[in-house]
C-alpha cells in the first residue's frame, strides 16, 4: 500500500504532554485497532523527530498495535536546551530516562498491555537504559541502531569522555560539538551516505524541515557528548546489562559510520534474552528509512519478534 510519508495519517493524533516538572513536549499517537495486541512506545534519536517514521509507526499500527511517539526534552518540536536554536543539548541523560519513566507510568496505564518499548539510535540506548535502571518495565525492547558506543572503535570510551570533558571545562558546554554546515541547521553535503541509500527517504526530512521549522537541528553540545559518554559508561559496567530479563530485538548495520557495530555486538552478547539481526555493506544507520530492500527485512524482523510478544 502506498503511504504518504509528508502527511500525518488521518489516523494519528497529535498532542502536547507535560512532565512533572512541567517542561512540554509533542507526541502522536494512533488509537488501538478494533481488535489490539498491545501497544508500542517509540523514541527516536539525536536530532530526529517521529515525522521521519510514520511510515513505521503507521505500519505497527495497521498490524493491530496501538502507537505513541514522542519528542526528547530539546529535541526536534519541544524546544532547545542549547546556546543557539539548532544545537542539541542535555546535561545528564538521567533528565531523559526521568521524562521517559514519567511517559511510561501513564501511558502503559492507558494503553493495554503487552506493552513494547522501542528505540533509535541515542533512543535506542535511553530506552535500554530505562529498563536497566528498573525506571520502566516493557514487556519486550526492540532496538534500531542503538548509540551504545562512538566512533572510532579504537579510541577506549574513558579516552574520549576525557576530551569531552575537557572541551566542556575550556568553554560552555552548550556550544556545538562539531561543525554542521555553513548554514546553521542545513543539512550538510554527504550526509545521506551516513544514513540511508534512499535518496526519496532522506529528502522526507528536508521536506517537515521546511514544513516546521522547529524540527530543525543541527549538532550536538559538548555537554551532550559529555553525557553521552557518561552513559555509556554505566551500560559498560559488569551486571548492568545482564540484569535485564526483557526480551530484546536489536537491529543493526555493521558498516555504521554514526554508531559503533561492535559496541551493539558486544551489549546484543551481554543481554540475557536479546537478539541480535545485522545487515551488511547495503545498509546504513537508519535501517528503518532504508531502500526498501533493507528496511523490508527490518521490519519484518521486528514484525515476527512482536509476533512472538503477542501473536496475531
Not at 288 to 305: G, K, M, N, T, Y
Amino acid at each position: 500500500m502506498d503511504f504518504d510519508r509528508r502527511a500525518i495519517p488521518p489516523a494519528a493524533r497529535e498532542s502536547k504532554w507535560q512532565t512533572p516538572d512541567g517542561y512540554v513536549l509533542r507526541r502522536i499517537d494512533w488509537p488501538a485497532p478494533a481488535k489490539a495486541r498491545g501497544s508500542i512506545l517509540f523514541m527516536p534519536g539525536r536530532g530526529d523527530a517521529y515525522e521521519k517514521y510514520l511510515e513505521t509507526l503507521d505500519h505497527w499500527n495497521r498490524q493491530g498495535w496501538a502507537v505513541t511517539a514522542a519528542d526528547w526534552r530539546g529535541q526536534a518540536g519541544s524546544g532547545r536546551l542549547g546556546s543557539d536554536p539548532v544545537t542539541g543539548h542535555i546535561d545528564d541523560f538521567a533528565t531523559w530516562t526521568t521524562d521517559l519513566a514519567a511517559l511510561w507510568r501513564e501511558w502503559s496505564r492507558e494503553n493495554a498491555g503487552p506493552h513494547v518499548l522501542a528505540g533509535h539510535s541515542m533512543g535506542g540506548h535511553l530506552v535500554l537504559r530505562a529498563v536497566a535502571e528498573g525506571a520502566v518495565a516493557p514487556d519486550a525492547l526492540v532496538l534500531s541502531a542503538p548509540m551504545v558506543g562512538f566512533l572510532p572503535n579504537f579510541l577506549p570510551t574513558r579516552l574520549k569522555l576525557a576530551l569531552a570533558d575537557l572541551m566542556c571545562r575550556l568553554g560552555d558546554p552548550r556550544r556545538p560539538g562539531w561543525k554542521w554546515s555553513e548554514k546553521p541547521g542545513e543539512l550538510p553535503t554527504g550526509r545521506a551516505l551516513l544514513l540511508t541509500h534512499d535518496t526519496e527517504r532522506y529528502a522526507d526530512e528536508s521536506w517537515w524541515r521546511a514544513a516546521r521549522p522547529e524540527l530543525v537541528m543541527g549538532p550536538g553540545s559538548w555537554g551532550w557528548v559529555r553525557a553521552a559518554l557518561r552513559s555509556i559508561l554505566y551500560l559498560q559496567r559488569p551486571g548492568v546489562i545482564e540484569a535485564v530479563r526483557t526480551p530484546t530485538l536489536l537491529i543493526a548495520a555493521e558498516h555504521d559510520r554514526l554508531v559503533s557495530y561492535p559496541a551493539i555486538r558486544r551489549i546484543a552478547a551481554r543481554l540475557p534474552h536479546g537478539k541480535l539481526v545485522s545487515f551488511g555493506p547495503e545498509a546504513y544507520h537508519e535501517l528503518l528509512r532504508e531502500a526498501d530492500p533493507v528496511r523490508d527485512r527490518a521490519v519484518a524482523a521486528i514484525d515476527a519478534f512482536l509476533d512472538t510478544v503477542s501473536p496475531t
